[in-house]
């Protein structure tokens, strides 16, 4: 039982398709699991936010371009469904956190040195100005061209955007995920698992062509962003860093012609 949990989270990554009937699944066997008190119920509870947020497209919509017009709008669909997903996925943790008697340190978000805040706004901010100048150049082997406009505007809705969606992942992946499966799990195997589920759930079918690269580069990225949690302690840089890097994603995806 608890292997289940985690590889019923690796299939919903996997198979879209599935993501609903998964998450019920999992919703299900935490609540047997809890109520009979089993161990097993942590690794479950680790695997649960993520399961039930993987279930947004499919209930919200998918994002798509909104041109330059509509991206500047300060609650744009692509944010307002972001702040949703993000009230949600992390309401769902604070919830199992306090089930499971799991405090701020367990997840990676005890008070922060003043260095670590430092480095986690400068980081945002190289991230920002590397993303909306270089990104494109970056990914076009990837995503092809993204030529797009980047209206001062639209930094309203990106830092909405930012903040929800990167706070939620790292919150989910390299909090929850990682170290609710680090107390039934080697550390080593926690880290790799998130990072594995990260790198899946982030290729789209826009990738086809360099997917495996495409896997590999962002596993890479969420098991670098594993280490630094475990070596710090904390998830202020990893949270940092990802929200830059969503604030200028924000205005590649939002900001393109509408299709």
Do not use: K
Request: with cysteine.
């Amino acid at each position: 039982m608890l292997a289940a949990g985690p590889a019923l989270l690796l299939i919903a990554a996997l198979v879209p398709s599935l993501r609903l009937p998964i998450a019920a699944a999992v919703l299900a066997g935490w609540v047997i699991l809890w109520r009979a008190r089993r161990p097993e119920a942590i690794a479950w509870a680790a695997v649960l936010p993520l399961a039930v947020v993987l279930t947004w497209p499919q209930l919200l919509g998918v994002d798509a371009p909104l041109g330059e017009a509509g991206c500047i709008a300060p609650l744009s669909g692509i944010a307002v469904r972001r702040l949703v997903v993000a009230a949600v996925g992390l309401g769902l943790v604070a919830a199992l956190a306090r089930v499971h008697a799991s405090g701020t340190a367990e997840l990676g978000l005890g008070r922060p040195h003043r260095l670590e805040g430092v480095v986690a706004i400068a980081g945002l901010l190289v991230v920002v100005v590397g993303g909306l100048f270089l990104g494109p150049l970056i990914a076009r082997p990837f995503f092809g061209p993204l030529d797009f406009p980047v209206p001062l505007a639209a930094l309203v809705p990106a830092v909405l955007f930012g903040v929800a969606n990167g706070t939620l992942e790292e919150v989910q992946y390299r909090g929850a995920l990682q170290g609710w499966l680090g107390r039934t799990t080697p550390l080593w195997v926690a880290i790799g698992f998130q990072g594995l589920i990260f790198g899946i759930v982030h290729a789209g079918p826009e990738v086809v062509a360099l997917l495996p690269v495409h896997i590999a580069l962002l596993t890479t990225v969420g098991v670098a962003a594993g280490v630094v949690r475990w070596r710090l302690g904390s998830l202020w840089i990893p949270i940092g860093i990802h929200v830059g890097a969503d604030i200028a994603l924000y205005v590649g995806l939002a900001c393109r012609a509408a299709a």
